[in-house]
């Protein structure tokens, strides 16, 4: 009896282990689901330097903004204006190559306000400090001159240097930074970032807001911009940030735009932009339309997150404002336009020959006048024949003297 | 011939230029390797030449010249390899900034045709910049037509090939059509060989500028007109600005105004000049 009943407790306490164990492994798999929860997937840049070889560099973060770094290769499917396409390589998170940034701080006197200066020179140190080897950067500061503070480089201490002497004054010249920016990176390749802070309007410089819209939209830069509040005036408060330009040109660009109400919160954001970029992933692919036909090609990356598939779409173009075309013998065409060409070339000459011939049979009144005109038009249009210029000659001289002006109603 | 017939022969000889432009081009393919730009130069530079060349012969095949014919040619069609060596390149940049499709074709193809019609103009008899317009009008609607060919059309190829066609046409039409309806002052032949025909006076217009040639020796005249009763220089036009003074330069020949021997004299608008036996009528637009 005791015997029995203690083995009834043994096999209760094993139930109640499973049923235990069961819960916890429900509850850590809940867990886990909601830590991952919904991804943020971004096509950050299409580079199409090697075309057709297309690299696309894809963004996952999750919804604390953190990078999403354990998919595989097998996790990402790409489509080519609808027509799938086999990728060639995915480099995993963190994997992608040297990344190229420049960073745009703005220097305008406002900046002196409540350490916002220094909390921007820390910020953009912390991101010097995150650089992993190969990686570059440099640093463009702007108030209504745009200075080059530090050309691209792969070196620390002078980048550090640098931003160490950067002083606020003057006004504000963004859109100008941002084209500099832009030309500092173009002969670079691979993943290409650029990080702007500011705290004001654009209120000087020569380009505009659609000019650098422009210019994003299409270089493959992408633009992370930070605007930077000002606690003297309330953590809430955006007045001076114009919100929805940096908006645009983040989201034009591949890139993201935050907000920081506290110098003090530039740090993290450097340091989580840097994360960010230092984790994406690489999708490589040969393009199924190999021709540099100048046509817009769609790209469509589909993500199997945990989540459920995520779909995101962009958009580029390999150039060809004359299209290549497949190379064929072109010869049969180049001589019938050739002959048509050549055709419309004599047509004239041979429409004023006839017109002269019908125009010379028939019974026409004042008839040596017009004879005369007809026939120096048919010779004016085709081609000239030597024998007959000396009457025509002859003919415009009595015409002369007659009467000044025969034919200038025909004319005009 | 008029002057739509004048722009006529443009068209056709400018289309010469494309198609000539576009069937080496084809041959050579996509020369640059990796880059676009680098093939960009290559061939527009192909096609400028071409179209320069054609364009530049025009005015000399018009006045019968074939020496002008051969030197206009020769510099026009390399102000044209040049151009155009920048032009596309510049367009292609265009074309991409604006997002392609029809109207980024329209921009990019008008930045070649601008740069390539300036080259015209230079050789075109007119000042720069109506070359330059001409260029503009007709490269976007070249670039339109191809994009309309290549959507219609089943093959790209024959898309291309018409809407370089196309271009050199329209670069040359308009060209032709813009020197005509923007010139200030011109003279139309009468009589003789060159019956119908204008020469653009705008360039010679300026104080400052150099004046005109009236001759038969095509080297050493403006006007070249191919009339054995002309003198080689026979007689001058010089700019005022305003105005053009008619100077003889002919020694006993004899240079006439509304039948009446002159030595200097301050032409108006539709007066009758007689040189040989040659008759010009001289135009002002005000």
Redesign the interface.
Known sequence: MRIYSKLRIFRTTIWLCIALLALVGFLVTVLEARAEGPVTVQVVQVDK???PEVDVYVSVTDADGQPVKNLMPEDFSLEEDGQPVSLTHVSRAGEQGPVTAVLVIDKSGSMNHANKMKAAREAAIAFVQLMRPGDATGVIAFNTQVTTVQPLTDDKESLVEAIRGIEAVDDTAMYDALHEASAMLEPVGGRKAIIVVTDGMNTAGQRTREETL??V??QGISIYTIGLGDPSQGTETYAGIDEPTLKTIAQESGGIYTFAPNPEDLRSLYEMLSLRIQNEYKLTYRSPNRL?????RAVAVTVAAPSGPTEVTAAY????????????S??G??GL??AV?AF??VL?GIIGRVGALVSGRGPVPGRALRQG?GQ??A???GK?RVGT?KA??????V???GE??P?GKR?R | MNRYMRAYYYAVLGAMGGLFGWQITETLGFVGGQNVYLSDALLGGVIGLCVGLLIGFTEGLLTRSPVRALRAGLISGLIGLAAGAVGLPVGEAVFQLSGGEILGRALGWATFGVLVGLAEGITGGTQMYKGALGGLIGGAVGGVILELAKGTLDDPLLGKALGLVLMGASVGIFIALIVVLLSRAWLEVKSGKLQGTEFILDKFMSLKGPAAIIGSNVLKSDIALPDPDVAPQHAQLKGADTHFTLRDMSVGRGTFVNGRRIEVHRLANRQLIRVGNTELIYHEKR
Request: aromatic share 6%; no cysteine.
């Open positions: 330097a090697r075309f422009t210019l939209g299409e540099r036909d100048g046509t817009n173009n390999p150039g060809g404002v004359i299209p290549e075309v497949q190379p064929r072109t010869w065409l180049f336009i050739l060409l419309l070339l004239p005109s120096a038009k010779s004016g249009q000239p210029g025509k000659s002859a003919k415009g001289r015409r002369l003297t000044p002006r034919s004319r």
